[in-house]
């Protein structure tokens, strides 16, 4: 069971593309967030939402783009990737800023991911 | 630079046994000190710890933090394989963006029948 969603779950793309990655999430927190996960390293924050603003960019190169248009709903949109953007990426959402018991923020909950292949 | 060292990396068992899985940290301004378990995907939450010396406990799963040591241990006793993930440790800190977990390399945990 996830409160998180997303879709596609798998994705194939050449270098050339241009497609989007969706999550969503129902379990009304403020903060969302886009991570990378490649092999044997640890998960890598690219962005992060609060209250639909874009709080953290963790210098990810600009061929990848996030869209927040809701505290529900987020997008990475990805267009002239490489192969070495093949990666699973996750999506989580959390308490945003408004929450005074800061730790309470720290819990994130994650989606299924979507598994990108670059050709 | 702050960092989260996970160990072992990996770790094989049979069913039954009991696992003591290892999180070290350096980091600055700590908050609080979270386990996820990462089965195909999507990473599941399982503990958040903020106090040095109390256990949380979920069914087989425990965790404790030492705050003067720096470090975690999440303990799973009469394993069974469907106890097979990776086990992620992140840490949060004050001071930091909104979000900014930093994680750990994981635990790669197989449970032999």
């Known amino acids: 069971e996830t409160g998180v969603t997303q879709t596609p779950r798998h994705l194939v793309m050449g270098m050339t593309n241009k497609k989007s990655l969706k999550c969503e999430q129902h379990l009304g927190h403020n903060a969302m967030y886009w991570y990378k996960q490649s092999a044997k390293k640890p998960l890598e924050l690219m962005f992060v939402y609060n209250f639909k603003e874009q709080t953290e960019n963790n210098s990810v190169p600009s061929r990848f783009s996030p869209e927040c248009p809701n505290s529900s709903h987020l997008f990475l949109h990805l267009h002239t990737l490489q192969p070495e953007d093949s990666a699973l990426y996750l999506c989580?959402?959390?308490?945003?800023?408004?929450?005074?018991?800061?730790?309470?923020?720290?819990?994130?909950?994650f989606g299924p991911g979507t598994r990108l292949t670059v050709l | 630079e702050d960092k989260v060292v996970q160990s072992p990396l990996s770790l094989v068992v049979h069913e039954g046994d009991t696992v003591t899985l290892n999180c070290s940290y350096e980091v600055t301004n700590f908050r609080s000190l979270l386990w996820y378990k990462q089965e195909k995907k999507a990473p599941t939450f399982l503990f958040m710890l903020?106090?040095?010396?109390i256990e949380k406990k979920s069914g087989r799963l425990s965790s404790i933090l030492d705050k003067k040591e720096l470090f975690s241990i999440l303990n799973i006793t009469a394993t069974q394989t469907g106890d097979s993930a990776v086990y992620l440790c992140a840490v949060g800190r004050y001071g930091g963006s909104q979000g900014n977990l930093i994680f750990g390399k994981g635990t790669k945990l197989s449970v032999k029948p």
């Open positions: 903020t106090s040095s010396g």
């Open positions: 989580a959402s959390s308490l945003g800023q408004g929450v005074m018991v800061r730790e309470r923020r720290d819990t994130q909950y």
